[in-house]
């Protein structure tokens, strides 16, 4: 049992905000118009940063599924946690803080995707899809048993979560909306099936990179956009998504055909398959994104008709980032600017007095803390992020020399073969240390955005070196690391 409501409530529980934090599934930063995405337009979570605030150097500590969500519940990482990689089953008899709000009189609440194997503890109520879920007639996990609906997974959450917000009434509540899309294999709704067809995306400055100054595995590892997807489900070329009715079917081949011929034609009239991946990938990619920001918009607009918006508090983010062609590549894992930096926005209660960005760096295992201090609420000291809510409340900026640490474990992944690794990102620079390989990198951020540059052998940086061995250890000790893989990183730094 939780020590006495160790979340002491500091305010009144009629006074205390609602929290509704919508969290999609691999959304990459770069896919956000509110973020400068030179790729759609995705006013609803516009809508939320101009009331708001926009977090503008925000990583994800483990960037995979289900060890992100493991963080997000706990506030603590994944070596605390206990949930290292997607094979894990989560502990659901630790500390989290939807059970710290449950025991200070909160109303909980989960739908859409869990991905954690265990069932959800802490919720009053949760409809969760079993695993990665289906983009077509999802079969949800409930207290009641199994059950199938019909339609499309992201307006499905979407509509689930509107009617338990319509149920509300006089206790706070707090209502995690977790969205499938636009997870792999990127499969539209019905009506955006044909959206973006015309279109033709500007290429990342680093789709055609060699890989020269990166480390080893970049050359190997299995997310290349013209080696590694899959034509089928991956493209979408010739293929009809699982669980569709005959109906759903004859409206995708209606759809897709024209794009299949098209999409054949390309590859028959040039020898670009890298490029021409990209813009078949990037569409039903983007095509997911639309029906996100229609959920977000409809949340809003649900809220704002019950007179809601002035005590909600609205958190939109994602689990990690995304790859959308930077380096060739597709996925996640790495902890390169487009995999673990992640949006996150947070609309406070009846909005910021003005819109703002904060360019401090933040981390996912401050989602916790933030949450519980926003509901009035203590925050243990176990939990190993800080609280971003005097930065929502406007009586903080956040202070500069934050720095988010990040640990990769899963290498032995035989669909990706990403490298284990421990990284730490400052303001300015972000060191990695991939300690199977025993190869590190440096980059600047400010003078090399795309992280073409390692600096890690440059006589120049040495300083720089230096100076980021020195945080990365002490990151590591702070955060309680395993004391043998400390000492792994001290020796291969000397």
Known sequence: MLPILAAMAVWPTETRPNIVMIFSDDHARQAISAYGSPFLSTPAIDRLAKEGIRFDRHYTANPLCAPSRATLLTGKSSHINGHRDNASTFDGGQDTFPKRLQAAGYETAVIGKWHLASEPTGFDHWEVLPGQGAYYNPEFLTQQGRRTDPGYVTEIITKKAMDWIEGRRNKPFFLLVGQKAPHRN????????????????????????????????????????????????????????????????????????????????????????????????????????????????????????????????????????????????????????????TPFIIRPAGAAAKPREIHSVTSNLDYAPTILELAGLSVPSEMQGSSLAAVVHGQSSTSSGKTAYGHFYESEDADHKAPKYVALATERHKIIYYYDLGE????????????????????????????????LLAKMKELKEEPALIEVVRRAAS
């Open 186 to 341: 990127w499969v539209p709704g019905p009506r955006h099936m044909s959206l973006f067809s015309d279109r033709k995306y500007p290429e990342p400055a680093t789709l055609r990179t060699d890989y020269s100054s990166l480390t080893s595995a970049a050359k190997t590892v299995q997310m290349r956009l013209d080696t590694h997807m899959r034509p089928a489900s991956d493209l979408h070329v010739d293929y009809v998504p699982p669980r569709m009715n005959e109906d759903q079917q004859a409206a995708w081949k209606s759809a897709l055909a024209p794009q299949d011929v098209a999409y054949k034609a390309q590859l028959q009239n040039s020898n670009d398959l890298l490029g021409t991946n990209y813009q078949r990938y990037l569409r039903n990619y983007l095509r997911c994104i639309v029906s996100i920001d229609e959920g977000v918009g409809q949340l809003y607009d649900l809220l704002k008709a019950r007179d809601m918006l002035k005590n909600t508090v609205i958190i939109y983010a994602s689990d990690q980032g995304f790859f959308l062609g930077e380096n060739a590549w597709y996925d996640k894992r790495w902890f390169y600017e487009p995999s673990a930096g």
């Open 440 to 471: 590190w990198e440096l980059f600047d951020l400010r003078s090399d955005s795309y992280e073409t540059k390692n600096l890690w052998k440059t006589g120049s940086a040495s300083t720089v070196r230096h100076e980021m061995i020195r945080k």
